[in-house]
């Protein structure tokens, strides 16, 4: 048994390698076939992940947070499960050419990480820590997914303005179909992670009997979160659409990514304790 569990996370890797590869040849070939074996094997790789993010938490008690390997775990999982429902909800094929090599990289890069075991503290232990922690990273990858919306939507916008519609103009969806993906996984997003924030701010005034500390992540995080509040604002109140939205789109979530890598591997802070290379 312990042989199949230490083989789960190879498999989950594999699920998404292959996929990203098929996910490839689709946009050169455009053979339905490709993208829905594709499909298929992301959830694979999907159910594998999942399999294999159960077995520890059974086997420490614990949702696994103790290190940057296990964020990155958690965030390609996170990746995948929404990228599997938008692919069910919203029937834009392609997305996978996005979504497929980013779940397999962040993924792969987690197994990568050494982990050193060390003594638990018991804060790790709470169901607030759980709902914040999994809030907080859905919404980040529906926010992942606006951003590669928002990329397709500038290359196909690209192609049609040229003269020589090019290699994407006939493998990409329309523009309306690529901007009501963006705001979809906007709002998505921009709500989950809200919620995954105000559940951060009960779990810090449980533990450390205040609802903020000022934290470098907790300002840059609030900084991303009025940046996707602004864009939300002008997308529902004044009609942001297009080109505008989609460059906003890339722009926000390259803060939200800093504020999730950049500030813990470069500023520090207390959250920093929650994700450094190693659990030691």
């Known amino acids: 048994m312990t042989m199949i569990m230490n083989a789960v996370p190879s498999l989950a890797a594999a699920g998404y390698v292959l996929s990203t590869v098929l996910y490839c040849v689709y946009l050169f ?22 399999l294999s993010l159960v077995g520890d938490m059974i086997r420490l008690g614990y949702l696994p947070v103790l290190n940057l390997g296990n964020a990155l775990t958690l965030s390609a999982w996170s990746v995948a499960v929404v990228f599997i429902v938008f692919r069910l909800r919203l029937k834009i094929k392609v997305m996978g050419i996005y979504a497929a090599p980013l779940a ?15 003594e638990t503290p018991q804060i790790f232990k709470s169901t607030w820590l759980v709902l914040h922690v999994m809030m907080a990273l859905i919404g ?20 049609i ?11 990409l969806p ?3 179909q690529l901007d009501a993906a963006a705001y979809t996984s906007i709002v998505v997003g921009f ?13 810090s005034k449980m533990v450390w009997h205040r609802f903020a500390s000022w934290d470098p992540k907790e300002i840059w995080s609030g900084i991303s979160w009025l940046v996707y509040a602004a864009l939300v604002h002008e997308r529902i109140a004044v009609g942001w659409r297009g080109r505008r939205a989609a460059i906003m789109a890339v722009i926000a979530f390259g803060l939200l990514l800093f504020s999730f890598l950049g500030v813990n591997l470069l500023i520090g802070g207390h959250h920093g304790g929650f ?4 659990a030691g």
């Open 29 to 50: 070939r455009q053979k339905d076939i490709l993208q829905r074996t594709a499909f298929v094997l992301a959830l694979s790789g999907f159910a594998f992940h999942t």
């Open 104 to 118: 397999a990289l962040t993924y792969i890069a987690s197994l990568n990480i050494p982990e050193i075991p060390s």
């Open 140 to 159: 980040e990858a529906a926010l992942a997914m606006a951003c590669g919306a928002g990329v397709l939507y500038l290359i196909q916008e690209h192609a």
């Open 161 to 171: 303005k040229s003269k020589k519609r090019g290699f994407f103009y006939s493998r």
């Open 174 to 176: 329309s523009l309306e």
């Open 191 to 203: 709500t989950v992670f809200t919620l995954g924030l105000i559940l951060g701010l009960v779990y």
């Open 275 to 278: 994700t450094p290379w190693t």
